[in-house]
C-alpha cells in the first residue's frame, strides 16, 4: 500500500506560503487566516511546525487584528469570526495566546450573539451553526465561556437537529457533515452531548462511507478527503467511531496524495491544495496513522496544544 509522503507534503505547505503569486494564493488572498491555520496545524501534526518563523507569523497574525476585538482574513480586511478562531488556534499552537488582549477578543465573539441564542459571523448578520460552534470553541479556548449564554446558544444548536439525527446549518437546514461537526463539537466542549441520539447520528454518519473507502458529507454526493475530518471527528465525539472501515479510509486519503510533489486533493488524481492537505492529515491523526500527532476531534487542535491551555491557569 501506499504510505504518506510526510517529507513532500512539508514541502508542499511550506512552498504554498511562497508562491504568492500563484492562482491559489489569489483566490484564498481574502482567507489568508484560514489557509496558515490549516497549513501550520498540518506542519505540526507532521512535527514540523519549526520549520515555520514563529515570530514572523505571530507578528503578521497581529497585522489582521481590528480595533473591535475580531481579527480579519489578511492584513487590511475585515473582521469575522471565522478568521478570528483561525488566529486563536494558530497563536495557541504556538504558545502565543498571552499576545491577545483577551478580554476585547472575547467581548468581540460573545457580542455576536442574537437573542435566539445563535451566533451572526459579523457585524452583517449571517448566522449559521458554524458560527456557534466558532464561538464555543474560541471563547473555550480563552476561557472565557462564561461571557454568553451557554444554555442558549445549545438550545439555538438542539433546534438545528433534524429527524435524521443530524444538524443543519439553520432550523430546518438539511444536515451536512460539516454543520454535523460543528453542531456535535459545541456540544462536546460544553458537556452537552446528551442532546444527540448517538445511535441515529451514527448511523447517518456511518453511511457516508462509500465502495472507494471515502466519505462523502451527504447522501448522493461524492466522496471528498475533508469529509474524513468533518464525519470522522463526529463518529469519534460520539464514540461510534468503529462503524466505518477505517483501513479503507486510510486507503482512500493515501491514494489522493500527489506522490511527485507533496499535497491532497478532494478525491484521487485531482489538484492538490492547502484545505484538502490539512484535513487529510488530520483524517490520518483521528485514525492514529503512524508518524502522524494525535488531534482533538472538538478543537481541531493537536492534543499536546489542547492538554497546555487546560492545564495553564
Ligand atoms: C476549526 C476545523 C475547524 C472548523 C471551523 C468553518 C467551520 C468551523 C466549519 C465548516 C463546516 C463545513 C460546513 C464544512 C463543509 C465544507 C464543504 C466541503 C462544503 C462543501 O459543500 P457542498 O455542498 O459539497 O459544495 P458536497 O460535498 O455536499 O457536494
Same mark, same amino acid.
Given at each position: 500500500m /501506499?504510505?504518506? /509522503?510526510a517529507?513532500k @507534503?512539508?514541502?508542499?505547505?511550506?512552498?504554498a506560503?511562497?508562491?504568492?503569486?500563484?492562482?491559489e494564493?489569489v483566490?484564498?488572498?481574502?482567507? %489568508?487566516?484560514?489557509?496558515a491555520y490549516?497549513?501550520l496545524t498540518a #506542519?505540526d501534526?507532521?512535527e514540523?511546525?519549526?520549520s515555520?518563523s514563529k515570530d514572523?507569523?505571530?507578528?503578521?497574525?497581529?497585522?489582521?487584528?481590528?480595533e473591535?476585538?475580531?481579527?480579519a482574513g489578511?492584513t =487590511?480586511h475585515?473582521? @469575522?469570526?471565522?478568521y478570528? #478562531?483561525?488566529a486563536?488556534q494558530i497563536?495557541a $499552537?504556538?504558545d502565543?495566546l498571552?499576545?491577545?488582549?483577551?478580554g476585547k /477578543?472575547s467581548?468581540?465573539v460573545a457580542g455576536l450573539?442574537?437573542e435566539?441564542?445563535?451566533?451572526?459571523?459579523?457585524?452583517w448578520?449571517e448566522i449559521?451553526? %458554524?458560527f456557534s460552534y466558532?464561538a464555543?470553541?474560541c471563547?473555550?479556548i480563552l476561557?472565557c $465561556?462564561?461571557?454568553?449564554n451557554v444554555?442558549k446558544?445549545?438550545?439555538?444548536?438542539?433546534s438545528?437537529k433534524?429527524?435524521?439525527g443530524?444538524f =443543519?446549518?439553520?432550523p430546518g437546514a438539511?444536515s451536512?457533515a !460539516?454543520?454535523i461537526f460543528?453542531?456535535? !463539537?459545541?456540544?462536546?466542549?460544553?458537556?452537552?452531548?446528551?442532546h444527540?441520539?448517538?445511535?441515529?447520528l451514527? *448511523? *447517518?454518519l456511518?453511511?457516508?462511507? =462509500?465502495?472507494?473507502? !471515502? #466519505?462523502?458529507?451527504r447522501p448522493?454526493k #461524492?466522496p471528498?478527503v475533508c469529509?474524513s475530518? *468533518?464525519?470522522?471527528?463526529?463518529l469519534i465525539?460520539?464514540? %461510534?467511531?468503529?462503524w466505518?472501515d477505517?483501513?479503507k479510509?486510510?486507503?482512500?486519503i493515501?491514494?489522493?496524495?500527489d506522490?511527485d510533489?507533496?499535497g491532497?486533493?478532494d478525491?484521487?488524481?485531482?489538484?492538490?491544495?492547502?484545505?484538502?492537505?490539512?484535513?487529510? /492529515?488530520a483524517g490520518?491523526s483521528?485514525l492514529e496513522?503512524h508518524?502522524?500527532?494525535?488531534?482533538d476531534?472538538?478543537?481541531?487542535l493537536?492534543?499536546d496544544?489542547?492538554? %497546555?491551555i487546560i492545564?495553564?491557569?
Amino acid at each position: 500500500m /501506499v504510505q504518506l /509522503v510526510a517529507d513532500k @507534503h512539508v514541502r508542499y505547505i511550506l512552498m504554498a506560503e511562497k508562491k504568492k503569486e500563484s492562482f491559489e494564493s489569489v483566490v484564498m488572498d481574502h482567507l %489568508r487566516m484560514n489557509g496558515a491555520y490549516w497549513g501550520l496545524t498540518a #506542519l505540526d501534526l507532521l512535527e514540523k511546525l519549526g520549520s515555520v518563523s514563529k515570530d514572523e507569523v505571530v507578528s503578521w497574525v497581529m497585522t489582521c487584528y481590528h480595533e473591535s476585538g475580531g481579527f480579519a482574513g489578511n492584513t =487590511g480586511h475585515d473582521p @469575522h469570526i471565522l478568521y478570528t #478562531l483561525s488566529a486563536v488556534q494558530i497563536l495557541a $499552537l504556538f504558545d502565543k495566546l498571552d499576545i491577545l488582549d483577551v478580554g476585547k /477578543v472575547s467581548s468581540y465573539v460573545a457580542g455576536l450573539q442574537n437573542e435566539d441564542g445563535s451566533f451572526s459571523g459579523d457585524i452583517w448578520g449571517e448566522i449559521d451553526t %458554524r458560527f456557534s460552534y466558532i464561538a464555543i470553541c474560541c471563547l473555550s479556548i480563552l476561557k472565557c $465561556l462564561d461571557k454568553i449564554n451557554v444554555k442558549k446558544a445549545v438550545d439555538y444548536i438542539v433546534s438545528c437537529k433534524n429527524l435524521d439525527g443530524g444538524f =443543519g446549518c439553520t432550523p430546518g437546514a438539511e444536515s451536512h457533515a !460539516g454543520q454535523i461537526f460543528c453542531c456535535v !463539537g459545541a456540544l462536546a466542549i460544553t458537556g452537552n452531548l446528551h442532546h444527540v441520539d448517538k445511535d441515529l447520528l451514527g *448511523w *447517518w454518519l456511518c453511511e457516508r462511507q =462509500g465502495k472507494t473507502g !471515502g #466519505l462523502n458529507g451527504r447522501p448522493e454526493k #461524492l466522496p471528498d478527503v475533508c469529509y474524513s475530518w *468533518w464525519v470522522l471527528s463526529s463518529l469519534i465525539m460520539i464514540d %461510534r467511531v468503529h462503524w466505518i472501515d477505517k483501513a479503507k479510509l486510510v486507503k482512500f486519503i493515501l491514494d489522493c496524495q500527489d506522490l511527485d510533489n507533496g499535497g491532497i486533493s478532494d478525491r484521487p488524481d485531482d489538484a492538490v491544495d492547502i484545505f484538502h492537505t490539512y484535513f487529510g /492529515v488530520a483524517g490520518l491523526s483521528l485514525l492514529e496513522y503512524h508518524g502522524v500527532k494525535a488531534i482533538d476531534p472538538a478543537y481541531a487542535l493537536p492534543v499536546d496544544v489542547i492538554n %497546555r491551555i487546560i492545564f495553564t491557569k
